[in-house]
C-alpha cells in the first residue's frame, strides 16, 4: 500500500496549485480526476496548431502582480486583451459597455451625451435599492442596454429570469465613459502561449497523477481502479462539495454549459475570439473562435457555439448559482466543512463560489499558507 500526505481530487487549477507548493515543502500527494485529463475546465488541447479551449473562453486576468508572477512560472502569457463584441438581431455592438457601444446605440459622440441619455432612461424607473439583477442592470445602464444587451444574454447563460437573479453577476460588466473595448477593468491580462495544459502539468510534476478515477470509489474501496491500494493523511476536495456530504442538506444548483465545436474551411470566421448572442431567441449564449486568442495565422479555424443549461447529474457542472436560496444550503455544507480536521475544499465547486482563474489562485495560496504556516 502506498501512502500519501495528501490526496488531491481534482486536476484542475486549485488542486494544481495546492500540489505545487505542498510538493515544494516536500509532501507526497496523490491527484485524481474523474476525467481521462488534467487541467479541469481550463484543459485546452491543441487540434489543427490551435489550441482549443475545450470547456469555454479561459482569459486570464488579474490585478494582483504577484498572482500575475505565480502563473508567469508557468508560462509566458501573450498580449491578448479580452474585446468581445456583442450581435442582438442584426445590430451589432462593442462590449463592455463603453462609448462605442453608445455611440452605436444612440448616435452619440460625447461622455455627457451618453450619461445624459443613460440618466434619462434610469429616472423613469424610480429604482432606489436595486434588489436584484435586473434593477441593478437597469439602474446602471438603462432601458436600452438592458432590453439588447442584457436581458437575453442572462437568462440564457443562467436559465432564470433577472429578477431572480443577485446583483453582483452584473458587477462584472463594467460600464465605461470612453472608448475603451477592453472588457476587464484587470492591470494583467493575457493567454498562455500554447495553452493552459501545461500550466497545469508543470504543476504537477512529481504527483501520482491517476485519471478517470472517481473519488467516492476510492473512499470506499481503499483501492485505486487498477487495484492498487493507497491511503493518505489529508484530502484536498474540490469537487461540488454538496455530492462530498451526499447532499444530506439537499442539492445545491449549478449551471451547465454545452458546446458544438466545429471545424471550418475557412481562416476567419468571426473576427474576433469571442462574440455574444445576445437575444434571448438565438439558443447558444456566444461564439468563440479559438485561434484569435492566440493571433492564428492558420488556414482553417475553429469555432465553439457555447449552450447554456441546468445542471443535473451526467453532465459537468460550470457555474455555482449564487442566489439567496443556494447561498444558505451552501452556509449548512460550509459548516460542516469547517468541523472537518483532515479535509480542505477548494476551487468553484468545493467552495461554491464564481471564482475567475486568478482568485482560484490565490484563494489556494491562502489555504497553502495557512496549511503550512
Ligand atoms: N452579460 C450580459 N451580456 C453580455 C455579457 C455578459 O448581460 O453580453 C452579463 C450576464 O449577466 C453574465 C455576466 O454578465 O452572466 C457575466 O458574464 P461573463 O461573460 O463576464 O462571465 P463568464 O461566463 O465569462 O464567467
Same mark, same amino acid.
Given at each position: 500500500?502506498?501512502?500519501?500526505?495528501?490526496?488531491v481530487?481534482g486536476a484542475g487549477l486549485f488542486g494544481a496549485v495546492?500540489?505545487?507548493?505542498?510538493?515544494?515543502?516536500?509532501?507526497?500527494?496523490?491527484?485524481?480526476d474523474?476525467r481521462?485529463?488534467i487541467a479541469g475546465n481550463i484543459y485546452?488541447?491543441?487540434?489543427?496548431?490551435?489550441?482549443?479551449?475545450?470547456y469555454?473562453?479561459?482569459?486570464?486576468?488579474?490585478?494582483?502582480?504577484? &498572482?500575475?508572477?505565480?502563473?508567469?512560472? /508557468?508560462?509566458?502569457? +501573450? !498580449? @491578448?486583451? =479580452?474585446?468581445?463584441?456583442?450581435?442582438?438581431?442584426?445590430?451589432?455592438?462593442?462590449?463592455?459597455?463603453?462609448?462605442?457601444?453608445?455611440?452605436?446605440?444612440?448616435?452619440?459622440?460625447?461622455?455627457?451625451?451618453?450619461?445624459?441619455?443613460?440618466?434619462?432612461?434610469?429616472?423613469?424607473?424610480?429604482?432606489?435599492?436595486?434588489?436584484?439583477?435586473?434593477?441593478?442592470?437597469?439602474?446602471?445602464?438603462?432601458?436600452?442596454?438592458?432590453?439588447?444587451?442584457?436581458?437575453?444574454?442572462?437568462?440564457?447563460?443562467?436559465?432564470?429570469?433577472?429578477?431572480?437573479?443577485?446583483?453582483?453577476? &452584473?458587477?462584472?460588466?463594467?460600464?465605461? /465613459?470612453?472608448?475603451? +473595448? !477592453? @472588457?476587464? =477593468?484587470?492591470?494583467?491580462?493575457?493567454?498562455?502561449?500554447?495553452?493552459?495544459?501545461?500550466?497545469v502539468?508543470?504543476?504537477?510534476?512529481?504527483?501520482?497523477?491517476?485519471?478517470?478515477?472517481?473519488?467516492?470509489?476510492?473512499?470506499?474501496?481503499?483501492?485505486?481502479?487498477?487495484?492498487?491500494?493507497?491511503?493518505?493523511?489529508?484530502?484536498?476536495?474540490t469537487g461540488?462539495?454538496?455530492?462530498?456530504?451526499?447532499?444530506?442538506?439537499?442539492?445545491?444548483?449549478?449551471?451547465?454549459?454545452?458546446?458544438?465545436?466545429?471545424?471550418?474551411?475557412?481562416?476567419?470566421?468571426?473576427?474576433?475570439?469571442?462574440?455574444?448572442?445576445?437575444?434571448?431567441?438565438?439558443?447558444?449564449?456566444?461564439?468563440?473562435?479559438?485561434?484569435?486568442?492566440?493571433?492564428?495565422?492558420?488556414?482553417?479555424?475553429?469555432?465553439?457555439?457555447?449552450?447554456?443549461?441546468?445542471?443535473?447529474?451526467?453532465?459537468?457542472?460550470?457555474?455555482?448559482?449564487?442566489?439567496?436560496?443556494?447561498?444558505?444550503?451552501?452556509?449548512?455544507?460550509?459548516?460542516?466543512?469547517?468541523?472537518?480536521?483532515?479535509?480542505?475544499?477548494g476551487g468553484r465547486l468545493?467552495?461554491?463560489?464564481?471564482?475567475?482563474m486568478?482568485?482560484v489562485?490565490?484563494?489556494?495560496?491562502?489555504?497553502?499558507?495557512?496549511?503550512?504556516?
Amino acid at each position: 500500500m502506498k501512502k500519501y500526505d495528501y490526496l488531491v481530487v481534482g486536476a484542475g487549477l486549485f488542486g494544481a496549485v495546492f500540489s505545487y507548493e505542498a510538493m515544494k515543502r516536500g509532501k507526497s500527494v496523490l491527484v485524481i480526476d474523474r476525467r481521462d485529463h488534467i487541467a479541469g475546465n481550463i484543459y485546452t488541447k491543441e487540434e489543427d496548431g490551435i489550441n482549443v479551449h475545450v470547456y469555454g473562453a479561459h482569459i486570464f486576468h488579474t490585478s494582483d502582480k504577484k &498572482i500575475w508572477e505565480y502563473m508567469n512560472q /508557468f508560462a509566458e502569457f +501573450n !498580449n @491578448y486583451i =479580452n474585446s468581445p463584441v456583442a450581435v442582438y438581431g442584426d445590430e451589432l455592438y462593442n462590449l463592455p459597455f463603453n462609448m462605442n457601444t453608445f455611440s452605436k446605440m444612440w448616435g452619440i459622440k460625447t461622455p455627457a451625451e451618453a450619461k445624459a441619455k443613460i440618466a434619462e432612461q434610469i429616472k423613469e424607473l424610480n429604482i432606489t435599492e436595486p434588489k436584484n439583477l435586473e434593477e441593478q442592470a437597469l439602474s446602471l445602464v438603462g432601458t436600452d442596454v438592458y432590453e439588447k444587451l442584457i436581458k437575453g444574454y442572462t437568462q440564457k447563460q443562467w436559465g432564470r429570469p433577472c429578477d431572480e437573479l443577485p446583483a453582483f453577476i &452584473i458587477k462584472r460588466l463594467p460600464l465605461r /465613459f470612453t472608448y475603451d +473595448n !477592453n @472588457y476587464f =477593468n484587470d492591470r494583467f491580462q493575457g493567454i498562455p502561449m500554447g495553452g493552459y495544459t501545461q500550466i497545469v502539468e508543470k504543476m504537477l510534476k512529481g504527483a501520482d497523477v491517476v485519471l478517470s478515477q472517481d473519488y467516492f470509489e476510492l473512499a470506499k474501496s481503499g483501492k485505486l481502479s487498477d487495484g492498487s491500494e493507497v491511503a493518505w493523511d489529508k484530502l484536498v476536495f474540490t469537487g461540488q462539495i454538496d455530492e462530498y456530504y451526499d447532499s444530506c442538506y439537499g442539492p445545491l444548483e449549478y449551471r451547465s454549459v454545452r458546446f458544438e465545436t466545429e471545424k471550418l474551411d475557412c481562416d476567419n470566421y468571426q473576427g474576433n475570439a469571442v462574440v455574444n448572442y445576445t437575444a434571448a431567441d438565438v439558443p447558444y449564449t456566444r461564439i468563440i473562435e479559438h485561434k484569435h486568442f492566440e493571433f492564428g495565422t492558420q488556414p482553417t479555424t475553429i469555432i465553439s457555439k457555447e449552450y447554456s443549461s441546468e445542471w443535473q447529474p451526467g453532465v459537468e457542472p460550470y457555474y455555482p448559482v449564487n442566489n439567496d436560496k443556494n447561498n444558505a444550503v451552501y452556509a449548512k455544507y460550509a459548516a460542516k466543512a469547517s468541523d472537518e480536521k483532515n479535509v480542505i475544499f477548494g476551487g468553484r465547486l468545493g467552495q461554491y463560489k464564481y471564482y475567475d482563474m486568478d482568485k482560484v489562485v490565490a484563494a489556494a495560496l491562502a489555504v497553502v499558507a495557512e496549511e503550512f504556516a
